[in-house]
């Protein structure tokens, strides 16, 4: 039979802890969950192939957030993340990560994955941040995902390739019960009960369309379409802070980062056409975003990455990293474009809008045991809630969510669940296989992402979200009624498609929620350009409630380590001033 | 409504000299994120089928034979 043919069928198994996502919290998820409780079943689920899915495909060329001993404390790291997040933060979660970070950079470091050591045998880190000094290069960080694969096998791990999990199962009392997915090659139901789930699915990076029009040529890897996010919302999780959506400052075109955070140690520096700096530090937060937004639409752009200043020795070993690890087609891209770093400048722009908690704060609600509000459901990486985790950040909370999921399955036996969902889910998931006549999936999705940059970009205008909001609705009438799907394989394009149509709803209902303006360039209201904190120094939750989307305040936990007055706005000092 | 094919130049070029599928080898199409490749049933090769890349490079980096080429999309060239 010929792959992507559609065959009927549908098969249930059980687990212990089912982990969703493959990429990189899940795999470390799996792993500690498995260590925890060898004889306990652990099945890790991928929609792609775990050997080579996510953020990471490729490796990662460094830490940007390590707290390492004698370079940074976590009290140093908890104060920069809860400053660079405008004062939103539980700490608890974040300094958690802070203190427990170090430990696992050295268990990576014994799964062969290298970090840049000085000539002392120390690890060098390096300083990117606007307070403190966390960046750690990974010279050889093309190794991640093969170390990685080889602790899971090692563990004897389950691994499902090349299934796409669509919905969340739960018990009439709301605990979870697992969950329903379907084979992207055959389009094969696989209904998969589980004591604790652990989502590890990524940021929603196909929300936004990028500027060169290619539907993949996306900031984040393309097959991250937000598929957790929108899971959690169907089963009434809590997410947080979906208005602080994630925009980058990438090469323009490439949609890649360029990577300040890798040269910028070097000596290179983000400059305007006329050569000059005009921001304070390169780390990615809102405040910085604006900037680099408002110096792009001065007149004194185009922005870019400058090198050609630097050593050719030392840009050779910059090149050396660009060009290999993380995203390496950014070589061929530069070399067809005919730029060299020695005599040309990187020509920058902002992405594509997006969630992700990885680089700003809009993820599925966790506390800091990576708990989300749903019962035996835990979430980790790009797509939880913890603000700028980053790679690290992925590790270390999905080490937390894996500890924690199998103590929960420890004390909890298989929830029941009312099997008519499953009939339900199947009629939903195969609806575009049974039609003759429709759209293509490529075609809803372009339209949705093409309205959520048209309406839903920053700056956020109410009578534009008004309107976006109306235009959706009437794309996604159109996603649920005439969309057509002839293969298994676009079958996998339309059920993202959906989640993407979701992402863009709650992106929407999030942003008009919130009337301020908070986090720079991430929710910038031109109806409520001030920020509030009187009536906004809160979290904002959004969640599914009998059926409609809701949003609610949530206080800001009281911090763990204090902050003074006078270092509250640090980050809204990124413009370098004029020199007197 | 009637579908239309839609021309594209794909992103990823497969050396069929190189192309060891029709001896098995299925490499690039269990490691790329978005599941674009397949091996043809009629030339035994590999190719991209659907032009949904991120140009991410496994299914280049892990090909035995080094048959396989990532190019960048033309949009975004």
């Known amino acids: ?580 | 409504m009637p579908l239309a094919t839609y021309q594209t130049s794909v992103p990823v070029v497969v050396d069929e000299t190189k192309c060891i599928a029709d001896k098995g080898c299925t490499v690039c199409v269990d490691v790329c994120p978005l599941d674009v490749l397949r091996i043809s049933d009629m030339r035994g090769k590999a190719y991209m089928a659907y032009d949904e890349c991120w140009y991410c490079m496994p299914c280049e980096a892990d090909c035995p034979t080094g048959a396989v080429t990532v190019n960048i999309p033309y949009l975004l060239r």
Request: net charge negative; with cysteine; glycine share 8%.
């Open chain 1, 1 to 580: 039979m010929a792959m992507d043919e559609i065959v009927d069928g549908l098969s249930e198994v059980s687990c212990d802890v089912l982990v969703i996502g493959g990429g990189t919290a899940g795999p470390m998820a799996a792993l500690k969950a498995k260590l925890k409780n060898p004889k306990a079943n652990v099945v890790l689920l991928e929609k792609a192939n775990v050997k080579r899915s996510g953020a990471i495909s490729m490796g990662m060329d460094g830490l940007n957030n390590a707290v390492i001993p004698g370079y940074a404390t976590p009290e140093q790291y908890t104060k920069e993340i809860t400053i660079a997040n405008d004062g939103i933060v539980d700490q608890k979660a974040v300094y958690k990560y802070a203190q427990n970070c170090f430990e696992i950079v050295e268990e990576l470091d014994s799964f062969g994955i290298r970090f840049l050591k000085n000539e002392n045998g120390d690890y060098a880190v390096k300083k990117v941040h606007h307070i403190g000094t966390y960046v750690l290069p990974m010279p050889n960080g093309d190794t991640v995902k093969k170390a990685l694969y080889r602790q899971l096998r090692r563990a004897r791990i389950l691994i499902s390739n090349r299934y796409m999990a669509t919905r969340l199962l739960k018990s009439a009392d709301g605990r979870i019960a697992g969950a329903i997915s379907v084979n992207t090659r055959t389009a094969e139901l696989l209904v998969i009960k589980a004591k604790a789930v652990i989502l590890c699915m990524g940021a929603a990076g196909r929300l936004g369309l990028p500027t060169s029009g290619y539907m993949f040529g996306t900031y984040e890897n393309a097959a991250n379409s937000g598929d957790g996010y929108a899971m959690a919302y169907h089963a009434g999780a809590a997410l947080a802070n979906l208005e602080c959506f994630q925009i980058n400052p990438l090469i323009k075109d490439y949609n890649g980062p360029a990577c300040a955070y890798v040269a910028g140690p070097f000596g290179a520096y983000t400059a305007n056409n006329e050569g000059s700096r005009f921001i304070e530090c390169d780390y990615w937060s809102g405040q910085m975003m604006l900037e680099f937004y408002n110096e792009l639409l001065s007149g004194k752009g185009p922005v870019f990455l400058q090198l050609k200043h630097l050593h050719p020795n030392t840009i050779q070993e910059i090149e050396s990293t660009l060009h290999k690890v993380e995203r390496p087609t950014r070589g061929l891209f530069q070399q067809g474009r005919g730029v060299d770093y020695r005599s040309e400048s990187i020509e920058m722009h902002i992405s594509e809008i997006g969630f992700c908690s990885g680089h700003s704060a809009s993820g599925v609600f966790v506390d800091d045991n990576a708990r989300t509000t749903v019962p035996g459901l835990y979430a980790a990486g790009d797509m939880a809630s913890v603000p700028h985790n980053y790679m690290l950040g992925a590790f270390t909370n999905g080490s937390v969510a894996g500890i924690d999921a199998m103590e929960f399955a420890e004390s909890h036996d298989f929830a029941d669940f009312d099997a008519g969902e499953i009939a339900i889910e199947r009629e939903r998931v195969l609806a575009p296989t049974k039609r003759e006549d429709g759209i293509p999936p490529n075609q809803i999705e372009y339209k949705t992402r093409r309205l959520v940059n048209d309406y839903l970009q920053p700056p956020k205008v109410t009578r534009k979200y008004e309107l976006g909001m109306r235009r959706l609705a009437e794309v996604r009438e159109d996603m649920q009624e005439r969309m057509i799907a002839r293969n298994a394989h676009e079958l996998l394009r339309a059920l993202e498609v959906q989640s993407i149509m979701d992402c863009a709803d709650m992106a929407a209902h999030a942003s008009l929620y919130r009337e301020e303006s908070r986090w720079g360039l991430y929710h910038l209201r031109t109806d409520f350009p001030e920020k509030d904190n009187e009536n906004w120094f809160c979290h904002t939750l959004l969640r599914k409630r009998n059926g409609v989307m809701t949003s609610e305040k949530r206080a800001v936990e009281p911090y763990v380590v204090p902050i003074a007055d006078d270092e509250k706005d640090l980050y809204d000092k990124q413009r370098i001033r004029a020199s007197a």
